[in-house]
């Protein structure tokens, strides 16, 4: 019975364990994911702009590249923000992968063993860069 009670507390253990990591990734990622979508709202809001900015330059027949540089550079910079939260999000599922001592194949979501070259399911290679770049 002793026995039965200590695996019974160590599955429990394992789970408490891994609905913290869960719940602390879920998170994070959806912080991450409201400021992507906020830049991108911000990215979209900007076009509108640089539409009028242009059109008011052909009408008064005296285009300014200059202008049009300047909400582009503006957009630019939102758009290398959301390709940095992108990169976050990949962190944090990296992150919280680690946490759990695990890997998944990335064709099919299995759960494979860290040091796994194929996965067991699907049958593909598994690529290591997670680990290389580490
Ligand atoms: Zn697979």
Known sequence: MADLWQDV????????TTINVKSKEVVQ????????????????????GLGEVTYNMYRE????????????REIAALEEQVKQKENELKQIYRDSQEARG?????????EIP?????CSQCGKNVPDEEKTEN
């Open 102 to 110: 695990k890997r998944f194949c990335p064709y099919c979501e299995l």
């Open 61 to 72: 027949g005296n285009f300014d590249q200059g202008k049009i540089d300047e909400v582009c």
């Open 29 to 48: 990622v959806s912080k991450v994911k409201k400021e992507i979508d906020e830049l991108r709202d911000k990215i979209i809001a900007h076009f509108p």
């Open 114 to 118: 860290v040091d796994a070259k194929f």
């Open 9 to 16: 507390k160590k599955s429990v253990d394992k789970l408490a």
